[in-house]
C-alpha cells in the first residue's frame, strides 16, 4: 500500500516493509494511472530513480540512516538537476540538459532522497495557472477541468494525487502557496535567503525562492531541514543559523497572537473562502491563541508594484536566452540580430514576451525613475507595513487566494485578472517574508481552501508549530481527491 506522507515512508523503509525499489515501482505504478489525467510531469527520470533507489537500497543495508533515504520527490522543472532536461516549460530550453545540480537537489540527493522527475510549470514561473507551459496544462486532481494554480502547478498536483510523497516548487509571487491552497496539500515559502538559489532558473532574482510542497506540515519541515542552509555559490544566501525545524512542531502555541489583516477581507473575497478563514481563526482560537487586528495599508499597491520590480527583474534574466549559447536556435536567418530576433519571438510563449516588453519598458530611458524606481519605493513600504504589524503580532493569518481554483482558459485570454488572483502572496515575496499555505476546507463544490501563515523573517519555526498544531486538530489535509 502506498505511504501518505514522508514520515509514514521512512518508518515503513525502516522497518523493512518495502525496500526503496519496491517503493518507487509503487510510485511509478502510481503515476502510470493518474498521469495522462493530471499531466503534472514534464519528463520522468526512470533510469536516474532506479539508480538512486538502488543505491538508497544499500545504505539501508549497510546500516545507514539520512533524512531521506530512498524517498522518492518531485522537482519542478526549473532546478536543475545534473543530467535531467531543465527545460521552463519553455520552447527555447526544451534540449537543455543540465550539467549540473542546483544546491537545493544536490541536498535532496545528499540526503538519499530519489528523484521520480521534472514537474510542469507556467513558463519561467511567469503565471497563476500552469497554463503558460509550453508542453501542456496541468489539471487539478480535484476536478479536472479546473486549474492547478501556478506556477507549480506541476508539483501540487503531483503531490495531491498522490504521484510523488513530496516536491520541491519555486515562489516568486506566490507560486508555491497558491497552488498548494488550490490543491488541497502544505507549501512553504521560506524567508528570502533561508534556501539557495543556486541552480534555480532565474525569474526574479530579488524575490525567487525554493521551497517543499508536501501532504503535511510534519514533512515540510524535513524537507526545509534537508535544503536550507547557507550556501558559497549563492551571494543571496543569508548566513543565518539553520534550526532542526521538525523540533519546532508540537509546542505550545497557548497565547501566541495572530494577526487578521483587515485589508484583506474585503468586498473582492469569495464568500466561500472567507468562511473557511473565519472558522480556521475559530479553530486557532480554541488552541488558545489570541487574535488581534492588524493593517497592512499599501496592500492596494502590491500588485502594480510587484509586476513591475518582477518583470524588470525577468527582462534582464531573460536576456541571456539568445539561441547562441544554449537551448533552442531559429532556422534561416538573415544575419545575427535577425537570429536574436527570430529565437526569441518563437522560443518564448505569449506570457513570457508580454513580461519581457513591460520590463524592458520601465526600465528604459525615461521612465526608470517613475515605475521602476518608484515601484522599490513601494517596496520598502509593504515591507515596513509588515515590520508594524509583527510588533503587534506572532503570526498573520490570511487568505492565499480570493478565489477557488477557477476552470481551464477561464482567466486565459484576461492576464490582469489571472495578476489579481495572487493579490495576497506577492507581498510576502516583496518583504523576504516565510509563508506557508495550509488545507483549512472545501468549497461547496468539493474544491480545497488554503489559509495562509506568514511569519516574521527567519521565524519559519513558529509558521510551522502553528501549521502543525492546526493539523493536529483538523482533517482537510488528510483528504484526497477522487482522481
Known amino acids: 500500500m502506498l505511504p501518505d506522507t514522508i514520515a509514514q515512508a521512512r518508518d515503513g523503509l525502516k522497518n523493512g516493509k518495502y525496500s526503496a525499489v519496491e517503493l518507487l515501482e509503487t510510485l511509478r505504478k502510481r503515476i502510470g494511472s493518474a498521469e495522462d489525467k493530471v499531466k503534472a510531469y514534464i519528463h520522468l527520470t526512470d533510469d536516474l530513480a532506479l539508480e538512486q533507489a538502488q543505491a538508497a537500497d544499500q545504505r539501508i543495508a549497510g546500516g545507514e540512516d539520512a533524512p531521506l533515504l530512498g524517498i522518492p520527490l518531485a522537482i519542478k522543472d526549473n532546478i536543475c538537476a545534473r543530467g535531467a532536461r531543465t527545460t521552463c516549460a519553455s520552447r527555447i530550453l ?23 522527475g521534472k514537474t510542469n510549470l507556467d513558463e519561467f514561473a511567469m503565471g497563476s495557472s500552469t497554463e503558460n507551459s509550453h508542453y501542456q496544462p496541468t489539471r487539478n486532481p480535484w476536478d479536472l477541468e479546473r486549474v492547478p494554480g501556478g506556477s507549480s502547478g506541476g508539483s501540487a498536483a503531483a503531490v495531491s494525487a498522490g504521484m510523488c510523497l513530496g516536491a520541491l516548487g519555486s515562489d516568486t509571487g506566490g507560486s508555491i502557496r497558491q497552488p498548494a491552497s488550490f490543491c488541497g496539500v502544505t507549501g512553504l515559502k521560506p524567508t528570502y535567503g533561508r534556501v539557495s538559489r543556486f541552480g534555480l532558473v532565474a525569474f526574479a532574482s530579488s524575490l ?11 514533512d515540510a519541515a524535513l524537507l526545509l531541514n534537508v535544503i536550507g542552509g547557507k550556501d558559497p555559490l549563492d551571494s543571496t544566501s ?22 487578521i489583516p483587515k485589508e484583506y477581507f474585503t468586498s473582492g473575497i469569495d464568500p466561500e473562502i472567507e468562511r473557511a478563514m473565519r472558522e480556521t481563526i475559530r479553530t486557532l482560537e480554541k488552541l488558545g491563541m489570541k487574535q488581534v487586528e492588524v493593517s497592512l495599508p499599501h496592500t492596494q ?66 521612465y526608470y525613475d517613475a515605475y521602476y524606481l518608484k515601484g522599490q519605493k513601494v517596496r520598502a ?21 480570493p478565489i477557488a481554483p477557477f476552470k481551464l482558459k477561464e482567466k486565459l485570454d484576461d492576464p490582469l485578472q489571472m495578476y489579481l488572483s495572487d493579490i495576497y502572496t506577492i507581498s510576502i515575496n516583496l518583504a523576504g517574508l516565510p509563508a506557508m499555505a ?9 474544491l480545497p481552501i488554503g489559509a495562509q501563515l506568514i511569519g516574521r523573517h527567519f521565524d519559519e519555526e513558529t509558521v510551522l508549530n502553528v501549521g502543525h498544531r492546526f493539523q493536529l486538530d483538523t482533517d482537510y489535509h488528510l483528504k484526497r481527491p477522487p482522481l
Do not use: H, W
Not at 208 to 218: F, K, L
Not at 381 to 401: G, M, Q, T, W
Not at 438 to 446: H, K, L
Open 94 to 116: 526544451d534540449n537543455f540538459v543540465a550539467p549540473y545540480d542546483a544546491t537545493a537537489t544536490q541536498r535532496l540527493l545528499s540526503a538519499g532522497a530519489v528523484i521520480l
Open 208 to 218: 525567487d525562492q525554493i521551497g517543499p510542497m508536501t501532504r503535511t506540515v510534519a
Open 238 to 259: 543569508a548566513d543565518v543559523a539553520l534550526p532542526d525545524f521538525t523540533k519546532a512542531l508540537g509546542r505550545d502555541v497557548k497565547g501566541l497572537r495572530m494577526g
Open 301 to 366: 499597491y502590491a500588485v502594480a508594484t510587484y509586476y513591475i520590480l518582477a518583470c524588470a527583474e525577468a527582462s534582464s534574466n531573460l536576456s541571456r536566452y539568445d539561441g547562441v549559447k544554449y537551448g533552442f536556435r531559429a532556422e534561416n536567418s538573415k544575419n545575427l540580430l535577425d537570429m536574436y530576433t527570430k529565437t526569441r519571438e518563437e522560443g518564448f510563449g505569449e506570457e513570457v514576451k508580454r513580461r519581457i516588453i513591460l520590463g524592458t519598458f520601465v526600465l528604459s530611458s525615461g
Open 381 to 401: 513600504l509593504i515591507k515596513r507595513d509588515f515590520d508594524e504589524a509583527f510588533k503587534l503580532c506572532d503570526v498573520i493569518v490570511a487568505p492565499n487566494s
Open 438 to 446: 495550509v488545507p483549512c476546507g472545501f468549497t461547496q463544490g468539493g
